[in-house]
């Protein structure tokens, strides 16, 4: 459907860390004045505007909010008017959207790897894909090396790339990190997930190292996720940030290898694979040359156009050049059409609509609060582009924010709301982090919840939402999630499917719990003068250290 944000689109196929915790004594929040509970008020959460927000996002009409679809339109289209009628000023200058330049890459999925004598087959047996904006990337007889978990962390006296050069090569590497394989609470961090576990980061080091392309072997408890998940994000068409040398310098293929086939890599080469695994948990590991080469080439159609990020601001009245962000994606999976040409619809009631309707009452609640007795800080109110495809609104906003990052206090993040009955207790995402923790333990306390730790850390969920690209730029916050926590089935049969709809019998007694516990920290962060500390050594830290924060 034509509108005012994809009119005028056009395309054209040219392309033009975490250090084991050090926390000395740590006086509990609460005894810290800049901890303070903040003031209430009578302004509450108005559940059914929350409600038809939802409704309205998650609707078949909007198809799933696909980025560069019709359904984007729409959506920025009410996301932007809710905050007009709300009365906050626009967040991007004088506009409410921020423009983010996004390639769609979509390889012809007729091809086939080549690992010596073997030849694995596309989506069943090994996954590819580029973020190069290139008709083509080619692997030619590129040597093929196994450098365990592909692990560069001086802070945890590791390197699987010491003594050797993998410039222009191929390297294979295990999926999570060796705390997970030892379950030793000693070795990273045991069973929790650390970044250097994130298949991202995978690709990230080996680019830094120079290697050509990079195959992931897939495990499932490693992985926190079956080979379909894999198949499903990796096949077909990806979206991309485009930088001024269309993304020359990035990895040429990114990739997974499915367990099975793997091991018969291995097997060709000589070495057995558990054995290779195994060595591999060790700080001593060396990297192994696996005897054959790869051959693959990725042909590519390429796309280019504008998604954009949603952005508010509720102006501060002492301190209005230092902000707080409360955030929510907007984007969901869209529309499929599967080989019968049946028409597949993925709403994303829960993730994210969810989250983006929270925002849009936190916003209202605010600004009405702001006309009773202003905030001192600034509160930015957004809504970013392409999480599902991997925090590209996200890292966009980080690498051009409307005000440096270094003026933002924290960043809060929505990532599927508790849309069902209330519980006692509220969830965290990662362990003695960073201050922000304090934060929500302060505001638990006082709607007597406990905080909850992250049921499966070994999953890195906070490093897999939108906060975490403003950790990068060394931003701490914090990230409010619930999906299958309150609800056994949402996991296995609703999440990124079909199935997360709208469901008119939702009670929302989570929602007006999570909403309020939201609006404490908040309304305390934009009252203060505290900027919250990374709690343990870090890059994260390092780089608020270079802004003097």
Known sequence: ?????????????????????ILASVVSALAFPAFAHSEKSDI?????????HVKTLA???????????????????YIEAQFKKIGLKPGFGDKYLQPVPLAKVTADQNMSLTIGELTLKNGSEFTARTQRISDSVKLENSELVFVGYGINAPEYDWNDYQGIDVKDKTVIVLVNDPGFATQDPAVFKGNAMTYYGRWTYKYEEAARQGAKAVFIVHETAPAAYGWGVVQNSNTGSKFTLVDDNNNRDQLGVMGWIQHDNAKQVFAAAGLDYEKQKALAAKSSFKPVSL??????ELKNSIERAESYNVMALLPGSDRADEMVVMHA?????????????????YNG????????AGVLELARMFSLRAKEKPFKRSILFTSFTAEETG???????????????KQIVSFLNIDGMNVNDSVDYILRYGKGVSEMEYYLNNAAKHQQRYVKGDPLPQNGLMFRSDHF??????????????????????????????????????????VKQDISLISDILATLANNEDWPKWLEESDFKSRRAQDGR
């Open 1 to 21: 459907m034509p509108n005012k944000y994809n009119k005028e689109r056009k395309y054209n196929n040219k392309g033009q860390a975490v250090n084991k915790l």
């Open 44 to 52: 509450s959460i108005d559940l059914d505007k929350y409600r038809s």
């Open 59 to 77: 609707s078949d009409e909007y198809g799933g909010r696909a980025p560069l679809s019709a359904g984007e339109g729409l959506t920025l289209e």
């Open 291 to 296: 005897k054959t080469s790869a051959t693959l």
């Open 329 to 345: 994606h907007w984007d969901h999976l869209g529309t499929r059409v599967d080989e019968k040409g049946v028409k597949h619809i």
């Open 349 to 356: 009631a829960v993730d994210n609509a969810s989250g983006v």
């Open 391 to 405: 925090l590209i609104g996200a890292q966009h906003f980080a690498k051009q924010p409307p005000i440096p990052t």
């Open 469 to 510: 690209a403003l950790a990068q730029e060394g931003v701490p916050g914090l990230l409010f999630m619930s999906l299958g926590d309150t609800d056994p089935d949402y996991i296995a049969h609703k999440y990124h499917k079909e199935a997360d709809d709208y469901d008119p019998s939702w009670s929302l007694g989570g």
